[in-house]
């Protein structure tokens, strides 16, 4: 016996109230299709619109059942489901059971992660606190630039006047 698990998606001319009827049918088609099958959980994920058109539809309503069954019992289960015609998709999967130390090596490794993302932090403020500093100074020097252009400016009005001088001399000779 594995764990599997099924999403299906209900097609949008149903209304809310037909929903958990359909979702039995689906449980009953399950169960119909061996003996040695045990629903797990259904779940009711509600209605959402689809990110492309299927069989013309727009929107369905999804929904999800855990449940153990024999992998021969699969294939039946998937030729079962597709002759549905309430049914707009579905994906049978097998479900991973992870033991202790998988959960403990994940949650090693998420530690990590955690650590190494919080250095990185870390690094980046003192970044950012050593470009504030050199900002400052940047400031200063922008606030002396203006001083600059003002002397260039006076310097480029000087030398107009003067070229003015030196074109009225050769235009009176």
Same mark, same amino acid.
């Given at each position: ?97 992870? !033991? %202790? ?5 994940? &949650?090693? /490794?998420?530690? #990590?992660?955690? +650590?190494?993302? $919080?250095?990185?932090? =870390? ?11 050199? !900002? %400052? ?5 922008? &606030?002396? /630039?203006?001083? #600059?252009?003002? +002397?260039?400016? $006076?310097?480029?009005? =000087? ?15």
């Amino acid at each position: 016996m594995h764990l599997y698990e099924l999403l299906y998606i209900i097609k949008n001319d149903f209304s809310d109230e037909q929903i958990p009827g359909i979702t039995k049918k689906v449980q009953d088609t399950i169960s119909s299709v061996s003996k040695e099958v045990n629903i797990k959980q259904t779940q009711d994920l509600g209605r959402r619109r689809l990110a492309y058109p299927i069989q013309k539809e727009v929107a369905g309503s999804y929904s999800l059942i855990d449940f153990e069954a024999g992998p021969e019992s699969i294939k039946r289960l998937d030729r079962e489901l597709s002759l549905n015609d309430d049914l707009l998709r579905h994906l049978i999967i097998t479900k991973q059971v992870k !033991t %202790k130390e998988q959960l403990k090596r994940e &949650e090693q /490794l998420r530690e #990590k992660a955690q +650590k190494a993302q $919080e250095i990185k932090h =870390q690094e980046e403020r003192q970044q950012e606190a050593a470009q504030t500093r050199g !900002t %400052k100074g940047m400031i200063q020097k922008k &606030e002396e /630039l203006p001083k #600059k252009q003002k +002397k260039e400016e $006076e310097t480029v009005e =000087q030398l107009e006047q003067k070229l003015d001088e030196i074109l009225k001399r050769d235009i009176v000779e």
